[in-house]
């Protein structure tokens, strides 16, 4: 596979993998705290959307890591892309939902969306 196939294999699965570790993360949190809301109802606490901003972060680092793990000689360039698809991805959700949290948490979950990933894709081309 050239290098091109693999920034895009990068990619996918960066962008797969966090986006179904979020999807079923966030069914295990809804069942291990029965007190948080189902999908589409307002969220205002602090704490539990902090935990989900940490989530993602980790989930970011994670991402970056596999699309340069996978891209080869590319590595930092899947990182990238990663990091863009994520964030558009993430403005699209976050615009649709933003009656159901608080400003201040779609504006810190899309501002650490790129530097997480990135970093991430750091940490694997090492």
């Known amino acids: 596979m050239g290098s091109g ?3 895009v294999l990068g990619v996918i699965a960066g962008v797969a993998l966090w986006s179904v570790l979020w999807v079923g993360g ?3 949190a809804q069942a291990m705290f029965p007190g948080l809301p ?3 109802v307002r969220l205002d606490d602090a704490g539990a959307l902090l935990g989900f901003i ?3 972060a980790v989930l970011s680092i994670l991402a970056g890591w596999t699309a340069t793990a996978l891209a080869g000689g590319a590595a930092m360039r899947a990182a990238w ?3 863009g698809v994520l964030l ?3 403005l699209y959700f976050e615009i649709t939902g933003w009656g159901l949290t608080p400003a201040w948490y ?3 979950f899309l501002v650490l ?3 997480a990933t990135v970093w991430g894709g750091r940490l694997k081309a090492r």
């Open 88 to 90: 558009a991805l993430g």
């Open 54 to 56: 940490l989530y993602s």
């Open 5 to 7: 196939g693999r920034v």
């Open 106 to 108: 779609h504006v810190v």
């Open 38 to 40: 189902e999908a589409g």
């Open 26 to 28: 966030a069914q295990a």
């Open 113 to 115: 969306l790129v530097p």
């Open 81 to 83: 892309i990663t990091a």
